[in-house]
């Protein structure tokens, strides 16, 4: 079983609407929760954190966290045609020395 | 502010010769990580250093890797007698210190072709 595992996708969403990503975890030790965006050819660039359970809002951004069920998600909304791109899901556990697994990433397409 | 900082960004070499790839965080931190991804693939831990330690390589292969951060400059990624299958973007990574060492930021990236 994969440490973090997502849905390669693609998905697809039209311009001005929600786009739901989501993401397990293995491990019932892991305590932090991150979603990155990567352009192709680019580097990961951190989108959002969440370390409680419950929703978390950055403007058009929400990650919701459930450990009970080690579930994380990512919602975009009004998505745009820039965010186009692959969202990784990772997950820390700090008794791991802040090692970081990495999902293989959700490949999210919005058509204008 | 400067972010992490990667060089070369793109580094060719034959099979059987050395790649050192360059790594210099964000000012003010002082953890470094190293990942690599493969095509089609996630994000892979490599290793995790402090100046001057090394602090978690379970990621790191057993043969031809090796990782320091020195005292002074670049955290550098060693890989010698490179193979094929070596080639792959590498990521570096640095976080700030003990108040917040979970937010990583991520460095332009090192992509590594072996011919």
């Known amino acids: 079983q994969k440490e973090v595992e997502q849905n390669s996708g693609p998905l697809s969403v039209p311009e001005g609407a929600i786009a739901s990503l989501n993401c397990t975890y293995s491990d019932r030790g892991s305590q932090s929760f991150f979603w990155y965006r990567q352009y192709s050819g680019k580097s990961p660039e951190l989108i959002m954190f969440i370390y409680s359970n419950g929703d978390k809002e950055d403007g058009r951004f929400t990650a919701q966290l459930n450990k009970a069920s080690q579930y994380v998600s990512l919602l975009i909304r009004d998505s745009q045609p820039s965010d186009s791109a692959t969202y990784l899901c990772?997950?820390?556990?700090?008794?791991?020395?802040?090692?970081?697994?990495f999902g293989t990433g959700t490949s999210l397409t919005v058509i204008p | 502010n400067a972010g992490v900082m990667q060089n070369p960004r793109h580094l060719v070499r034959r099979r059987g010769q050395e790649a050192r790839l360059r790594c210099s965080p964000m000012?003010?931190?002082?953890?470094v990580y190293w990942y690599r991804q493969l095509p089609e693939e996630g994000l892979k831990f490599m290793v995790y250093l402090q100046k001057e330690n090394i602090i978690d390589e379970s990621g790191m292969p057993k043969e031809r890797f090796s990782a320091e951060f020195p005292k002074e400059g670049p955290s550098i990624l060693r890989i010698q007698q490179v193979v094929r299958g070596d080639s792959a973007a590498y990521f570096c990574?640095?976080?700030?210190?003990?108040?917040?060492?979970?937010?990583?930021?991520f460095g332009p990236g090192t992509r590594l072709t072996v011919l």
């Open positions: 990772a997950v820390n556990r700090q008794n791991t020395g802040n090692q970081f697994y």
């Open positions: 000012k003010g931190h002082s953890h």
């Open positions: 990574a640095s976080s700030p210190d003990l108040s917040r060492p979970n937010e990583q930021f």
